[in-house]
Nanobody, 115 residues
């Protein structure tokens, strides 16, 4: 059974950096797109960044120039490098991967940015 395990969240001061990882475990034949979403308290979940099957990327306007999404198909890992973090980036971050034609979600990892 395929599972996504996230890591890398934590507490950081404004201006700092974190790198989130999302590792897929299980027997996987076809690796598709990946993405990171986030949900802040009292707000809806929003798309932060996505990476397509061939490596093309897209970002929310609020993180452009600060966040970078990438994926390692050999290891089935999707990364989110977050630089110049702001307090408004505080949220639970969820990864999503399309694997063997199905969408899978991670359990979420907390990112807290202090001012």
């Amino acid at each position: 059974q395929v599972q996504l395990v996230e890591s890398g969240g934590g507490l950081v001061q404004a201006g700092g950096s974190l790198r989130l990882s999302c590792a897929a475990s299980g027997v996987i034949s076809n690796i598709g797109s990946g993405a990171w979403h986030r949900q802040a308290p009292g707000k809806q979940r929003e798309l932060v960044a996505g990476v397509g099957r061939t490596g093309n990327t897209n970002y929310a306007d609020s993180v452009k120039g600060r966040f970078t999404i990438s994926k390692d198909n050999a290891k089935n890992i999707v990364y989110l490098q977050m630089n110049s973090l702001k307090p408004e980036d505080t949220a639970v971050y969820y990864c999503r991967q399309l694997l063997d034609g199905r969408q899978y979600w991670g359990q979420g990892t907390q990112v807290t940015v202090s001012s």
